[in-house]
């Protein structure tokens, strides 16, 4: 099993950068595909991002493509979602989540384990 623990939310002015951070406990990181997800209020839980065990492939989502970067450290056990040219729409919880298949998954329910998430607010 691994936990998750999310960090690096907050307020942020539109036009703004937000690094994310999820630190993970347990055993064998780097077997762990790692994905972010958000949700907003009334919104169907969304795919921001996904990454691959050794960092070798990395998928983004539409609604924020161009404005992310996904990375991991599997010796620290991290992994980060950097944000940047935030929009008000990004305002959500943003969750980490771990998958023990190979490939990058975009469905949520393919992944096995959640963070708490951390809420992302934009002020205009």
């Known amino acids: 099993q691994v936990q998750l623990v999310e960090s690096g939310g907050g307020l942020v002015q539109a036009g703004g950068s937000l690094r994310l951070s999820c630190a993970a406990s347990g055993r064998a990181f780097s077997t762990y595909v790692m994905g972010w997800f958000r949700q907003a209020p009334g919104k169907e839980r969304e795919f921001v991002a996904g990454i691959s065990r050794s960092s070798e492939y990395k998928h983004y989502g539409e609604s924020l493509r161009g404005r992310l970067i996904i990375s991991r450290d599997n010796t620290r056990k991290m992994v980060y979602l950097q944000m940047n040219r935030l929009e008000p729409e990004d305002a959500a919880v943003y969750y980490c989540?771990?998958?023990?298949?190979?490939?990058?998954?975009?469905?949520?329910?393919?992944?096995?384990?959640w963070g708490q998430g951390n809420q992302v607010s934009i002020s205009s």
């Open positions: 989540a771990a998958d023990q298949r190979i490939g990058v998954q975009r469905g949520s329910s393919e992944y096995d384990y």
